[in-house]
């Protein structure tokens, strides 16, 4: 059974910054990449970050320069390093897998249940 056990969120004022993590285990298939996704109170769920098995990275525009997405290939973790906080960062953060018999282009197939990280002023 496929588990995401997410750790790091909380409360941190505006500027701050805050570090996620996110062990994957239970799959059998081939991990291709990790990632995450941010769910601001009353929106959908949008992708944030990305990070392929050989260490490609992508993210959504917002949190360039201020997001740093990493990760242990051999502890099957990701991180997600948040810095210059921002109130609209608040939102509860999945982490994301993908595991797949064959990797292609990023195709999140597993969820975690979600951290809150909320920002004040």
């Known amino acids: 059974q496929v588990q995401l056990v997410e750790s790091g969120g909380g409360s941190v004022q505006a500027g701050g910054s805050l570090k996620l993590s996110c062990q994957a285990s239970?799959?059998?298939?081939?991990?291709?990449?990790m990632g995450w996704w941010y769910q601001a109170p009353g929106k959908e769920r949008k992708f944030l970050s990305d990070?392929?098995?050989?260490?490609?990275?992508t993210y959504t525009d917002f949190v360039k320069g201020r997001f740093t997405i990493s990760q242990d290939n051999a502890k099957n973790t990701v991180f997600l390093e948040m810095n210059s906080l921002k109130i609209e960062d608040t939102a509860v953060y999945y982490c994301?897998?993908?595991?797949?018999?064959?990797?292609?282009?990023?195709?999140?197939?597993?969820w975690g249940q979600g951290t809150q990280v909320t920002v004040f002023s």
């Open positions: 994301a897998l993908d595991v797949h018999w064959q990797c292609g282009a990023e195709n999140h197939n597993y």
């Open positions: 239970g799959f059998a298939d081939k991990k291709c990449g």
């Open positions: 990070i392929r098995s050989d260490g490609t990275t």
